[in-house]
């Protein structure tokens, strides 16, 4: 089955700064990667996804980017916010019209210092 | 859309016990997960339904679990009898097959035996 790992576990920056995570997979197949944001006490919220037909997607200042052939996807804040502090899942998925099933990462606990 | 909608919130029960956790699906979604997350083991797949049929429950812990899907806006995840190592919070998910409107968790329900 697929495997997602995901680095780093815990990612400090400073409010303003840029923050990087990254994920890699182990099922070519996969074509589908959502980004997941929970916060405390709440349930993961979609933040953005991207297919693997499409090597870059942005959406104010969340960006992610794919590469098919190294098989990792990165998710990028710019200018972070307090706000922006929660733990990220990456996901991967095999779309294929029934019963798709995601399998998480480990998560990033993001903190964004003031 | 309400979302997807989860019950109870909390559950506080004794070793034992029964517990009964409900989910209502968006409506229009057609597969139906559920998941369960611990700071141990991250985020689970204990088993997901497409168009109310269980595909893989690979993922329930032992027999003592069991999921049902009635129908298309309804589920139930059961645990018994319950034991302190089921303290977790569950969460329920439901998506499109083709996964064009994304996955959408519930809030949880934090379950504590004791």
């Known amino acids: 089955g697929e495997n997602v790992e995901q680095h780093p576990s815990t990612l400090s920056v400073q409010e303003g700064d840029s923050a990087v995570i990254k994920c890699t997979y182990s099922?070519?197949?996969?074509?589908?990667f959502p980004w997941y944001k929970q916060e405390l006490g709440k349930g993961p919220q979609l933040i953005i996804d991207?297919?693997?037909?499409?090597g870059e997607k942005k959406d104010q200042r969340i960006a992610v980017t794919l590469n098919k052939t190294a098989k990792h996807f990165s998710l990028h804040i710019t200018e972070t916010q307090p706000e922006d502090s929660a733990v990220y899942f990456c996901?991967?998925?095999?779309?294929?019209?029934?019963?798709?099933?995601?399998?998480f990462g480990t998560g990033t606990q993001l903190k964004v210092e003031l | 859309d309400a979302g997807v909608i989860q019950s109870p919130r909390h559950e506080v029960t004794e070793m034992g016990q029964e517990v009964t956790l409900r989910c209502k699906p968006i409506s229009g979604h057609n597969s139906l997960f559920w998941y369960r997350q611990t700071m141990m083991r991250g985020l689970e797949l204990l088993i997901y339904?497409?168009?109310?049929?269980?595909?893989?429950d690979s993922g329930m812990p032992e027999d003592r679990f069991s999921a049902k899907m009635p129908n298309a806006s309804f589920s139930t995840l059961k645990i018994q009898p319950s034991e302190p190592r089921d303290s977790a919070v569950y969460f329920c998910?439901?998506?499109?097959?083709?996964?064009?409107?994304?996955?959408?968790f519930g809030s949880g329900t934090r379950l504590t035996v004791v």
């Open positions: 099922d070519s197949a996969s074509n589908y």
């Open positions: 991207i297919r693997s037909n499409v």
């Open positions: 996901a991967a998925v095999i779309l294929t019209g029934g019963g798709n099933k995601l399998t």
């Open positions: 998910a439901s998506s499109s097959g083709d996964g064009l409107y994304g996955y959408t």
């Open positions: 339904f497409n168009n109310n049929v269980p595909i893989d």
